[in-house]
């Protein structure tokens, strides 16, 4: 039972266009969601977050968008660097009642690559 | 400040052995999580330790298992390794168990011969 998907394994760009990478989740108890950035051989790298309360989160070139709704949420990179090339996960978490019970689910990740 | 540390960073294990692996934490960080990455099924939670009080579990067999020490370091233990164990280790820190930002540490390559 996968909670969070990342339905494309890979996304090539170009040099300083936008990349625009999507997460799906399943799980309506989601209410904080997270991007991690991954190079070969080194653990991941936290980019961005963003809480349900929000629908929007910026941090330079990083945009997160959430929609609730359909339960979707997308990371925009503006403009898109060669060493933006990684692979990026999504992962989300939720606070059950009665508890602190946290955990990260993630997404299988998506194969960045930015070409010169 | 110094990041998360994960040794061994590389390991190999017969079939039937057991294995331990480290992490320590940032400094100030309390809460220790584990996850296990492989190319099939990604990132899956294997649990997560605060106050040297295990606070959450993944479904991974009872082969797998870990504590936490009061200066919140923490290990993980394999028994009885199995060639499917192989993967790599990831241990990741944060503050306080909850929603907070988790800080990976690079992690260690597992190989069960």
């Known amino acids: 039972d996968q909670q969070v998907k990342q339905n494309s394994p890979s996304l090539s760009v170009q040099e300083g266009r936008i990349s625009i990478l999507n997460c799906d989740y399943t799980?309506?108890?989601?209410?904080?969601f997270l991007w991690y950035k991954k190079y070969p051989a080194e653990g991941p790298t936290f980019l961005i977050s963003?809480?349900?309360?929000?629908d929007k989160n910026e941090d330079g070139r990083f945009t997160v968008f959430l929609n609730k709704s359909a339960k979707h949420l997308s990371l925009h990179i503006v403009p898109s660097q060669p060493g933006d090339s990684a692979v990026y996960f999504c992962a989300a978490s939720a606070k059950w009642s009665g508890g602190s019970n946290y955990k990260l689910t993630f997404g299988k990740g998506t194969l960045l690559t930015v070409n010169p | 400040k110094a990041g998360v540390t994960q040794t061994p960073r590389y390991l190999i294990k017969t079939r039937g052995q057991q294995v331990t692996l480290s992490c320590s934490p940032i400094?100030?960080?309390?809460?220790v999580s584990w996850y296990q990455q492989t190319p099939g099924q990604g990132l899956q939670f294997l649990f997560e330790?605060?106050?040297?009080?295990?606070?959450n579990k993944g479904n991974f067999p009872g082969r797998f298992s870990g504590r936490q020490f009061s200066n919140s370091r923490s290990e993980m233990n394999v028994s009885t390794l199995e060639l499917g164990d192989s993967a790599l280790y990831l241990c990741?820190?944060?503050?306080?168990?909850?929603?907070?930002?988790?800080?990976f540490g690079p992690g260690t390559r597992l190989l069960v011969l």
């Open positions: 963003i809480s349900s309360i929000k």
């Open positions: 400094s100030g960080h309390r809460s």
């Open positions: 990741a820190s944060s503050l306080a168990s909850g929603q907070e930002t988790q800080y």
């Open positions: 799980n309506s108890m989601f209410d904080y």
């Open positions: 330790y605060f106050s040297e009080t295990q606070r």
